[in-house]
């Protein structure tokens, strides 16, 4: 008696079962099975073939990587993907090749067949090994200069910035995430792009406040507050925002070695404070013309700065403002 074809060889099942139950007979049945499987949307599915005789291409790999043929390795490692893509050895030849193009310095092509590893094996390739692969070639790249005849050279920090967001997609939960942020919101600050620096070093505080990196996260996040505070100095949200980072900076790293440069900027600040505090009173003093109003911001003004450069003429303002409202 002949053998009943596997469901998995035909993609719409149903109709398969629904042909073997319209005829009799084993023969019947495999012959009906076939020509419902070639036509009506479906086709029969091929198993994967045998990587074995595809052996000798990975020899001769592993040959030209022992001679340091980097560029050789890596041309026959892909010629044993290309016909095995994904037998039972092709997550260590992916390593391999990945390997072979990262010593050859074809690094942005090693980064990319980490990406296919991942993508074509996301339960069986070794996760934790490859994002940190990826991490150390992203890392040198972001140190690689270009143009060396030029001042030295420079850096492209925007080329490296796509390659640290894929890390993060691909590694949720990876221990190495602190520091693939701290160094993605390094690149926006080069960049000068500091809201997008800050809102990293934000993510990085709040998701891994004790990983070694929270520190210089907490004080590079108040950093580009700070500067972003200057770029726009109206905007009273991004002063108090600075403010604020800088504070929870010194009060949860009070011994930082970043912790002088965070006093200066938060002296800074506070003197910007205090005069935006008191440009409010006098408008309503000068231009507003509501004593009432004046008097009760300049009084909340000293309050809050009782040793600012501005608090004298505030307080004489004050004897004035009161000394005008008695007579009235």
């Not at 012959?31 to 291409?57: F, K, N, S």
């Not at 080069?190 to 990085?204: P, V, Y």
Request: aromatic fraction near 10%; hydrophobic fraction near 40%.
């Amino acid at each position: 008696m002949t053998d009943p074809i596997p469901p998995s060889y035909c993609r719409d099942g149903s109709m398969k079962n629904q042909t073997l139950a319209a005829v009799s007979g084993p023969g019947i049945a495999v012959l009906l099975l076939v020509v419902g499987c070639a036509t009506g949307g479906t086709r029969a599915i091929t198993p994967p073939p045998d990587c074995a005789r595809w052996q000798a291409l990975i020899d001769r790999a592993d040959q030209a990587a022992r001679q340091g043929r980097w560029n050789r390795a890596a041309a026959l490692y892909r010629k044993y993907l290309k016909r095995c893509t994904d037998g039972s050895h092709s997550i260590a030849a992916r390593l391999d090749y990945a390997a072979a193009l990262r010593s050859a310095g074809r690094l942005h092509d090693a980064f990319e067949a980490y990406v296919e590893l991942l993508q074509r094996h996301p339960a069986a390739a070794p996760r934790d090994r490859v994002l940190q692969h990826m991490f150390e070639i992203a890392r040198h790249l972001a140190q690689q200069r270009h143009a060396r005849w030029l001042f030295g050279g420079f850096t492209l920090p925007e080329r490296v910035v796509p390659l640290l967001e894929q890390i993060i997609s691909f590694g949720p939960g990876w221990e190495g995430t602190p520091a693939v942020l701290l160094l993605l919101g390094e690149l926006h600050r080069q960049m000068h792009e500091f809201d997008l620096a800050a809102e990293k070093f934000r993510r990085l505080i709040e998701k891994y406040p004790d990983s070694p990196e929270a520190e210089e996260a907490a004080f590079a996040q108040a950093a580009c507050l700070y500067r972003l505070s200057e770029r726009y100095p109206n905007d009273r949200g991004l002063l108090d925002s600075a403010w604020s980072a800088i504070s929870y900076f010194l009060d949860r790293f009070p011994r930082s070695d970043y912790a002088p440069m965070a006093r200066s900027y938060r002296e800074a600040l506070l003197k910007r404070r205090a005069q935006a505090e008191f440009d409010v009173a006098r408008f309503y003093d000068r231009i507003g013309r509501n004593p009432q109003a004046a008097l009760r911001a300049y009084r909340r003004f000293i309050r809050k700065y009782p040793h600012s450069g501005w608090t004298d003429a505030a307080r004489r303002r004050i004897q004035e403002l009161e000394r005008q409202l008695s007579e009235n």
